[in-house]
Each structure stands twice: as structure tokens, then as C-alpha cells.
């Protein structure tokens, strides 16, 4: 009885893969992946046939990816994140994490309180890391959503050279609705030309290994050129509407502090003249709020593409950073 029962439910599984498979209209563009990689990267056709016969499409991601979070006010955003159980999460990761967050700010020069707080705004310190296949985010995405297939597919590519070069499963990894992994939640491209291995255990695993989290996130900002010791960020006011001149599309600092002064926008005098600024708005419920980005903020920007993002993993780095040292003083 329980052999039958057994031999019920493998029947059963590969007829919920077959349908799954056939979900992939394109079959044409699979075997075109399939071969790209057997011939560029020396994989095995037969192998990759079988996993991509196990991958199942999500019409779920779809729906998830026209409607990020990214697309709402900053009033509304700014509250999924500066919220008191994330800033106090993030001083207990912090406490938790010391000597690794300390050390990474020795040896790359990024500060403590950013590298908890892009895990914070990632994966709330590693709750919440997602629960798709990688695989089948990827394939979702890159061969039934055109907008940007060739990113994903892409990256579908760089996920599996990663699984080979990390000795992983394809079909395990889980992660985003997007593909991103583990506590900084990479892309798999990310992850192979960030992620490291701190204890030198020849392992990077960001998933479960808090210190690999972090020193990849470390080593990300590094190589994007954090500078060292210098500011993030300043709220400024203006007088009049000339300031609207400097705002245009962009995240890189495209103004000289000289030429804001001469539009009446009102600036630390810490900010020399020929400081390279980003002016930004942020909505709010009443009016809008007036940010300047410098080089740094540029550099949170190429985590995620978003100004939005930026200021909300400033700011919630500053409230940590605050309750992190009232808690060391009591």
C-alpha cells in the first residue's frame, strides 16, 4: 500500500512539473539559453535540460514587479522603514555584530551603522530573505517578462555559474521574488563580484553566515568607491522656486554647492563651493522636503537604483547609529 501511495505521489509531481514546463511559452528562447550556456560556459546540455524541466514559472512575480515598493511617495515609504522595531532590531544586530562591523569599518572605511542598515531595509537583519526558488524568480522573469528579459536573463546565466563555482544545487537557493539572495540580498551576479568570505573558510554564504553578509556588503560599497570618513547627506531649505532649475534626472552629483548658494538654496557651511551635489525632492503629504546628496549617497544609489532607497537606509543608519550609543552609555 504505501508503495503504491508513493508511486501516486511521484506521478503526481511530474505531472505538476510538466504543466509547470509547459508555462514557458518560448521554448525556442529556453533551448537558445540552454545551448548559449553549454557553449560559452562548457555546461551540460543534458544536465541543464533536466533543471530547467523542474523549474516552475510564478505569475505571482509579475504582478510583484509592477508594483514596487520604490513607486510610492516618500511619505509612504519612509514609514516601511522608520519604524522603532526596525531601529531597535538594528541596534541588537549591531550588539550581536560587533567585532565583524567593526573590523569592516577598519579595513574599508564604511561605517558600522550603513552596513546595518542596508541589511535592515533588505531583509529586516535576515528574517526576511524570500521564499521563491532563485531559479524560478529568474526564469519567470527572463523568459515571460520582455521589459527586461535580458537582464534576467542575464543574471540567469551568472546563477548558474555561481551554483557551479559555490558547488550549490540550482534547484535550492530561495530568495527574492526578483532573484536577490540571502540577508543583502544579492543578484547572482552581485554575489559573484561582491560577496566574501570573511573567515576565509573558502565559503561565502550570505544566507546563514552573518559575517559573510556583511563583509559583502562591505566589500560592495568599496568597490563602488565609498569615500572614507566623508558626509552622506544634508537637508537644506530654499527661498523662492529657482532651486527647481537644479533638480533633474540623475543620482549623480551634477551641481557645485557655489551654483546652489546662487539659486537660494541654503547649505551647510561645512559644504565647500565646489562640493558636487545631487538636489532632490521628496515628496511629503504637505509639500516636499529638500535633500543634497553627496558622493556617498551616490554610492548607496547603486545598491538600488532608487533615491528613495538611499534616504530611507541614511536615515534609519543615523536612528540606529543614535540608539546604538544611548544603549552602550546605560
Known sequence: MQKRILAILLFLSLMIGSFAQAEIKDRV???????????????????????????ELQPKIIEAMTRPAEGMPWYKYRKIFMRDSRIQ???????????????MQQVHGIPAEIIVAILGVETLYGERTGGHRVIDALATLGFDYPKRSKFFLSELENFLILCREEKMNP????????????????MPSSYRHFAADYEGDDKRDIWNNTADAIASVANYFAKHHWQAGKDIAFAVT?????????????????INAAELRALHVQLPETIADGELLKLLSFEQENGDDL????????????????????????????????????????
Open 29 to 55: 528562447a529556453v533551448d537558445k539559453f540552454i545551448n548559449k550556456m553549454v557553449e560559452e560556459h562548457q555546461f551540460e546540455q543534458a544536465e541543464l535540460a533536466v533543471i530547467f524541466d523542474s523549474v
Open 89 to 103: 532590531g538594528g541596534v541588537k544586530f549591531w550588539q550581536d555584530n560587533q567585532q565583524s562591523l567593526a573590523k
Open 171 to 186: 534547484l535550492e537557493p530561495v530568495g527574492s521574488y526578483a532573484g536577490a539572495m540571502g540577508m543583502p540580498q544579492f
Open 238 to 254: 530654499a527661498t523662492g522656486d529657482q532651486y527647481k532649475q537644479a533638480l533633474s534626472k540623475g543620482l549623480k552629483p551634477d
Open 291 to 330: 535633500w543634497v546628496g553627496l558622493e556617498n549617497f551616490y554610492v548607496i544609489t547603486r545598491y538600488n537604483h532608487s533615491p528613495l532607497y538611499a534616504l530611507a537606509v541614511f536615515q534609519l543608519s543615523q536612528a540606529v547609529k543614535q540608539q546604538y550609543a544611548i544603549a552602550s552609555n546605560e
